[in-house]
């Protein structure tokens, strides 16, 4: 199986200032790993690039298959639609109960069959610990169940790849474990590949896996938790 992600001699831009030089990464499927380094050195232009946020302009790079030197910037949509992102601050629908917040993703991702996607729905949040929550609404849930709902969320298109920028960042410890557990449950269960940003060390030295850190202008891998 070819890699998940390849990145080769890539520059990473954020309004014409180079973040990151010369970037070589290659993940295979099924792998966890770490996205350490301090704050403001580029963690999040690289998930962005991968998700296609940023443009690569310089370099070579595929993601779940997609060339994203090559790719039309109309792709953009089907790449995300591989991909599960899930954010800090979950990003979810504050109007909507649980259940609609998922359907609004299927539908705009192109589902139509309401059958299957009440199948796919119950499914994710039967996964996530949540099958009798559907009805609330999100502002009513705590900051684990938000990121439960934001993980469900990623599941919806049977991602390969999940990218995850510091999903433990607002959560207390005990939450965080739990996030965790389930992050790595699912990644085993579906073979998914889980790419995650974070500050968190308590988190990575109780989970370990492997590193790749930024750090002055370049992308560093299999940093220790020492180097870290
Ligand atoms: N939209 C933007 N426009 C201009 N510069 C940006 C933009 N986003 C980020 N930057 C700059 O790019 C650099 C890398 O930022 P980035 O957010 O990728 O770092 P990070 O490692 O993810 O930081 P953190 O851990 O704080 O999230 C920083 O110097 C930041 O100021």
Do not use: C
């Not at 380094?37 to 790079?61: H, I, M, R, V």
């Amino acid at each position: 199986m070819p890699p998940i992600v390849e990145i080769k001699n890539v520059n990473i831009y954020q309004s014409g200032n180079l973040i990151l030089s010369d970037v070589n990464l290659t993940v295979n499927q099924g792998e966890f790993v770490y996205l350490v380094g301090k704050t403001g050195t580029g963690k999040s232009s690289l998930l962005k690039t991968l998700y296609g946020e940023l443009a690569l302009t310089e370099g070579d790079a595929t993601v779940a298959g997609f060339n994203l030197r090559e790719m039309d910037w109309k792709k953009v949509p089907f790449l995300r639609r591989s991909l599960g992102v899930v954010f800090q601050d979950f990003q979810l629908l504050t109007d909507r109960n649980v259940h609609e917040n998922l359907k609004f993703v299927l539908k705009a991702t192109g589902w139509k069959d309401e059958n299957l996607m009440e199948e796919k729905i119950n499914d994710v949040l039967d996964k996530v610990g949540l099958k009798s929550k559907g009805f609330k609404m999100t502002f009513e849930m705590s900051g684990g169940e938000q990121q439960r709902v934001d993980i469900a969320r990623a599941l919806l298109n049977s991602p390969k790849l999940i990218l995850a920028d510091e999903p433990t960042g607002n959560l207390d410890p005990e939450t965080s474990d739990e996030i965790m557990n389930l992050l790595i449950q699912v990644a085993k269960d579906y073979n998914t590949t889980v790419i995650m940003a974070t500050h968190d060390f308590m988190v990575i030295k109780k989970f370990p896996a492997r590193m790749v850190k930024t750090e002055a202008g370049k992308v560093w891998d299999n940093a220790t938790v020492e180097h870290a």
